[in-house]
């Protein structure tokens, strides 16, 4: 067997479902699924049930140990020649396989990935997240799997492909909780292995479904990046800064704005005016920078307007969780556990 999909899952049977229905239209055929419910109360035995005769698949139940232990415990059962790893909310196009085919036959590679696109029966906001995380505006292109990128690209665990006896020799995904697959990546590069983008194996990810489930994961983002840096400090790239340099620069906007608004109550007419708009006058012109971006990808304004909070979500969320990560570990000096013990397993 070529292809071995691994999906771990966690208390999301309707995503499930959706990706199975996916890789059942699969053209090339020469693959099984790996499906690994991490300690999940709502489990997604059912739905794997219902497409027992359509797919060469198997199920397994464990204690919650976090996604990478558990992409770990499928790739242990799993029978291909290359792993593919999957998130439980992504959909693949019926020609993905056929392009990983097309793309290793071209020129052999140990690891690869592919970019993610928005579907078009996905909400106004999950559009509008999907433009946070793969425009050149916000993430430098680092994730949409275009030529304008900041950094070279590094498989993500939403579509990300690895030889099984790389794996092996790597041992895997290590026990972060965040930005366990960039450490995996990292070590691939690391090792002088073969590592490629592959931009027609593309996915739909579907990612969070409210800027508040969003915000959390940018967040825990901006967090794992400081991680990662205290294990590779070669890792970090000015891209990796932008983010907190631009929540710092937005605070600093809004305290010379609300100077501004103080000095008018004051009766400091000019003064006020002045720093109100050097405070708000930048902001506003990245937002219709964005706005008119999305607005000529997606031809809507609902979308666009939603697009501009998406990227001042991922932009903002990202840097808080970077600038605390690097006070707790890099001023306080606390290990990767104790400095936050939610990101990582036991």
């Not at 030889?163 to 995996?184: A, H, T, W």
């Not at 983002?221 to 790239?237: H, Q, T, V, W």
């Not at 937005?250 to 405070?279: K, N």
Request: positive net charge; glycine residues 8%; charged residues 20%.
């Amino acid at each position: 067997m070529k292809y071995s999909f691994v999906v771990p899952v966690f208390n999301r049977p309707d995503e499930v479902r959706e990706l199975l229905a996916s890789l059942c239209e699969q053209k090339y055929k020469d693959f099984e699924v790996i499906i690994v419910e991490d300690g999940s109360q709502v489990k997604c035995e059912a739905e794997v049930e219902t497409f027992r005769t359509q797919l060469d698949i198997h199920y397994y139940y464990k204690d919650n140990s976090g996604p990478g232990q558990t992409r770990n415990y499928g790739v242990e059962r799993a029978q291909g020649t290359y792993i593919i790893v999957l998130d439980s909310d992504v959909v693949i196009p019926p020609d993905y396989l056929n392009a990983v085919e097309a793309e290793l036959e071209a020129a052999p590679c140990d690891a690869f990935g592919g970019p993610d696109r928005a579907h078009s029966s996905f909400t106004p906001i999950q559009k509008a997240i999907n433009y946070a995380m793969t425009s050149f505006f916000t993430t430098g292109g680092i994730r949409g799997g275009r030529k304008q990128k900041l950094d070279k690209f590094y498989p993500r665990s939403f579509n990300m492909g690895v030889r099984r006896s790389v794996y092996n020799d790597l041992q895997g995904f290590s026990k972060m909780r965040f930005g366990e697959d960039i450490d995996f990546s990292i070590r691939i590069f690391k090792a002088q292995l073969r590592c490629r983008l592959f931009p027609d194996a593309w996915v739909w990810h579907k990612r969070r479904t409210d800027f508040r489930k969003f915000f959390r994961q940018v967040y825990n983002s901006g967090i794992a990046r400081i991680n990662l840096y205290k294990k590779y400090p070669e890792s970090l790239k000015l891209v990796h800064l932008l983010p907190m340099v631009f929540t710092l620069g937005v605070v600093l906007l809004a305290g010379v704005a609300l100077t501004g608004v103080v000095a008018l109550l004051l009766g400091c007419v000019a003064l006020g005016q002045w720093l109100v708009i050097a405070g708000v006058s930048p902001l506003l012109v990245y937002s219709l920078a964005l706005f008119v971006h999305a607005l000529t990808m997606f031809g809507s304004l609902h979308i666009a307007l939603l697009s501009v909070a998406a990227a001042f979500t991922q932009l903002l969320g990202y840097g808080f969780g970077f600038l605390q990560a690097w006070w707790r570990r890099c001023v306080k000096g606390k290990d990767e556990f104790s400095a936050f013990e939610k990101t990582f397993y036991k």
